[in-house]
């Protein structure tokens, strides 16, 4: 197939099953992702709270909008622009930020590959599941690239080729049992499904579906994204950065941060974690997944180069620094609460008075002197990304 050919197939295939099928709300969505939060991403990326909240942000294939209602939400000074290929979907993603009153966007019914046709740059840039559906990712991500702002953050989500390997597996099945009617995606699933109740429990690919994806693939447009696409592509490291390296940004850091841990894989042999002291940052992250294949996707942030990360190492700049509250927590004020990334976290009462403290105009000395926090007790909570910093214009 023709690359145009196969974007008129995925389009036919959102058309079908708009994606993703969650329900339509008339109120704002609950919680946060706090990467769809500006000022949250920024101070994960950087270290320090952008200069500017009046930004723009755009959801390159925002798909049914669940997405771009968040980044209204969670933006409440910003411009968002939600594009897609498929007219279907968008007509959903249309009414859902209607229904909830997000309307501080716009949509278009545009291809990431023509999204010069946009005026302007933009300062976020989300891109979740969507480059991977593309017959050409490079051509993608190199358009996307072009319209990011100086100091802007293009956040990625891209498959995994080693988590999927049961995935793709059941794709070739369904596409050889479907033959020439691939097309029909009505069928693809139908197929998938009969495929999946006839199995023996004990199949190795029963046995994936059921403790990973079951949940989700009760709909069929969950489940038609996963077994009847007609394009996709999955990277492993290696691939990724070959992706990320044609884009001309470079890679932060990914937004999973947890997941590439040495550490937590060979905590039994430190010898082993100091001979990976050797490795390039890549090599690290190819080791830690081939030890653990879990890996289904990839979640990441890129920037223009160069990219200064403020570390807070100095001292005088640190206390000149304005300390706030991350806006991606829960429950404060409380000494127990959720973080960015909804973990528990149980802050000393030293701290829990300091936090109380931070209120976007006092200095850090000026808090300090209040409380019983020292330095390093800020530096702990800055590493929890419990806090955003400003740093002082005259240090
Ligand atoms: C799996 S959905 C993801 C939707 C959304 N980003 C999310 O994560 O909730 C993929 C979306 O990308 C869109 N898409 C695929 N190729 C595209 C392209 N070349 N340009 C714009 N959108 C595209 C599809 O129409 C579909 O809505």
């Given amino acids: ?189 139908q197929v998938g499904r009969k495929i999946f109740a006839s199995l023996p429990e004990s199949n190795r690919i029963v046995k994936r579906e059921k403790e990973r994806w079951a949940l989700e693939n009760q709909q069929d447009e969950c489940f038609a994204d996963m077994y009847v696409h007609p394009q996709e592509t999955d990277y492993n490291i290696d691939t990724l950065f070959q992706l990320i390296d044609a884009s001309g940004l470079e890679f932060i850091s990914f937004s999973n941060p947890g997941f590439w841990q040495l550490e937590t894989l060979l905590a039994k042999a430190p010898e082993l974690i100091e001979r990976a002291g050797e490795l390039s940052e890549r090599e690290r992250y190819r080791l830690i997944e081939l030890l653990n294949p879990e890996v289904s996707h990839y979640e990441f942030f890129l920037g223009r180069p160069p990219i200064t990360k403020t570390n807070w190492s100095n001292d005088n700049s640190l206390l000149a620094a304005v300390p706030e509250l991350n806006p991606c927590i829960d429950g404060f004020p409380s000494q127990c609460l959720f973080n960015y990334d909804y973990q528990i976290v149980n802050l000393s009462p030293a701290e829990f008075d300091f936090m109380q403290k931070c209120n976007g105009s006092a200095t850090l000395a000026n808090i300090l002197a209040q409380v019983e926090l020292d330095l390093n007790g800020v530096r702990n909570l800055l590493k929890q990304q419990l806090l955003l910093l400003t740093p002082s214009e005259r240090v």
């Fill in 1 to 189: 197939m023709s690359d145009s050919q196969v974007s008129a197939a995925v389009a036919k295939l959102y058309d079908t099953y708009p994606y993703p099928p969650e329900p339509i709300l008339d109120e704002p969505p609950p919680g946060y992702n706090w990467r769809w939060n500006w000022l949250a991403a920024y101070n994960f990326c950087t270290g320090r709270k952008p200069q500017k909240q009046d930004v723009r942000i755009l959801d390159a294939g925002c798909g049914s909008g669940v997405s771009t209602e968040y980044l209204v939400h969670l933006n409440p000074h910003a411009q968002i622009v939600g594009i897609d290929l498929s007219a279907g979907t968008l007509e959903v993603a249309k009414k859902r930020c209607q229904s909830s009153g997000a309307d501080r966007v716009e949509f278009h019914h545009l291809s990431i590959y023509d999204v010069e046709q946009i005026p302007g740059k933009f300062d976020l840039i989300n891109c979740v599941g969507v480059l991977h559906h593309l017959p050409d990712p490079v051509r993608g991500i190199q358009a996307l690239a072009k319209k990011l702002a100086t100091d802007g953050l293009m956040h990625i989500f891209v498959y995994g080729e080693l988590g999927r390997w049961e995935i793709q597996l059941i794709q070739k099945a369904i596409a050889l049992l479907q033959g020439n009617i691939k097309g029909d995606y009505h069928d693809g699933v």
